[in-house]
Every structure is written in C-alpha cells, then in structure tokens.
C-alpha cells in the first residue's frame, strides 16, 4: 500500500525563524512529489519534483527531493505570520498522476 | 472560471439522507479528481476521471459512494445513505491531462456534515 509520512505533525515557531518539514514516502511507480500549503480548504499547489537533487526555489521556499533515501524536504526562511497553514506533502504514482497524501505539518509562525 | 469551483461549500444532512456534491474543473482540463480529507488528516484518494470515464475508482470507500462526470466537464460526487462517518471535506481537483507531469489545481472542497 502507497504511504507519505510528514514530520513534524506541528510545529510553533517565531518570526524570522528557519523551519525543515520532512516528507517520505514509499509509492509504487513513482513518478512525482509535490508540496501544497493549505489555509482554508483548497490546498494550493508549491513546488513538483521529479529529479533527485535539483533543488526548486520559490522566494523564501525551497525543496529538494531525494529518490535514493525516498524523501523530500520543504524549507521555510524568515518565516512570516502569512506562512502559518498546513503543509501537505503528496506522491504521485502510476501514469495518471494519481496523489498519495501525507498527514500534513502544521506550521503556526508567531509574530 | 479562473479556478476549480465546488458547490455547495457547506451541506449539513441527516444520518440516511442523499446527498450531491458538484464539481466544475478549470475549463479545458481532461483530467478530474475527488479526494477525501478528514479532519487532521491529509486528502484520500476517491475517485480518478479522465474524459467521462472514471478512469480509477479505488479509492471509493462502498457503494454507496458514486460519481459521474456525463459531458467531460462538471462531476457530481453522489452519497447514498448518509452515515456521520461520511463527515468530511470532500476536494475536488483537476489537470490538464493525466499523469505524473502537469499538477493538480484543487477547489475550495465541499464541507459534509452528517447530523
């Protein structure tokens, strides 16, 4: 059975500070990992990586994926209030894209 | 639309009733999908589309779970028999086309609740 693991389940943090949230996974014909932020209810989509290594960076967000070890790291610097959401880390396998979804890290930044 | 829409964002039913729940993907995207996402947890897969055909339905819990995607575009998610372990947010997301490639653009979920 496909399974994404997330640790932390929660995080506190204070603004400014720098923050590591961790993804692994164990998917059959893996294909792709993604990262969502999720506020409210829709989850909106961060980063997708496919390559081992090659680091995606978006402003303060980066994320780097590692297919030998079957994990994936999302980081956060400076982090603000507006960073507070979950962080939900997904698996993609098979051809249709099909997401495998971790339980998610909750991010709470004070100011 | 500029992005997926769900309706309705909160429906609150009774044990046993039938509930509906619409979905209306980015237009022109082939591939649909319905997750699950129950509190604390992350997003299930249910239900896979691609064109009018549900492509993958795995993921759907029993029969009393069923959607339809008639035209290709808008998806009814259907639940017969309502029971309160059907409370959840139920997502719908959609791609352009299906595989590991392009990602998947969620909507706002429909919000369940079984009284």
């Known amino acids: 059975e496909d399974k994404v693991v997330q640790s932390p389940l929660s995080l506190v943090v204070h603004e400014g500070d720098t923050v590591t949230l961790n993804c692994s996974y164990e998917?059959?014909?893996?294909?792709?990992l993604l990262w969502y932020k999720q506020e409210k209810k829709a989850p909106t989509f961060l980063f997708m990586l496919?390559?081992?290594?090659i680091e995606k960076k978006s402003g303060r967000l980066s994320s780097i994926l590692d297919k030998k070890e079957l994990f994936s790291i999302l980081n956060i610097t400076a982090t603000q209030t507006g960073d507070s959401a979950i962080y939900l880390c997904?698996?993609?396998?098979?051809?249709?894209?099909?997401?495998?979804f971790g339980q998610g890290t909750i991010l709470t930044v004070h100011p | 639309g500029a992005g997926v829409s769900q309706t309705p964002s909160n429906k609150v039913t009774e044990k046993g009733k039938y509930v509906e729940l619409r979905c209306d993907p980015i237009?022109?995207?082939?591939?649909l999908y319905w997750y699950r996402q129950s509190l604390g947890q992350g997003p299930e897969f249910l239900i896979y589309?691609?064109?009018?055909?549900?492509?993958?339905d795995s993921g759907l819990p029993n029969d009393r779970f069923f959607a339809v995607r008639p035209e290709g575009s808008v998806s009814t998610l259907k639940i017969q028999r309502t029971e309160r372990g059907d409370s959840a947010v139920y997502l719908c997301?959609?791609?352009?086309?299906?595989?590991?490639?392009?990602?998947?653009?969620f909507g706002p979920g429909t919000r369940l609740t079984v009284l």
């Open positions: 998917v059959t014909n893996f294909r792709s």
């Open positions: 997904a698996a993609g396998g098979t051809s249709y894209g099909k997401l495998t």
């Open positions: 997301a959609s791609s352009p086309i299906a595989g590991g490639g392009p990602t998947q653009y």
């Open positions: 589309f691609q064109g009018t055909g549900a492509a993958d």
């Open positions: 237009s022109g995207h082939t591939a």
């Open positions: 496919t390559s081992s290594g």
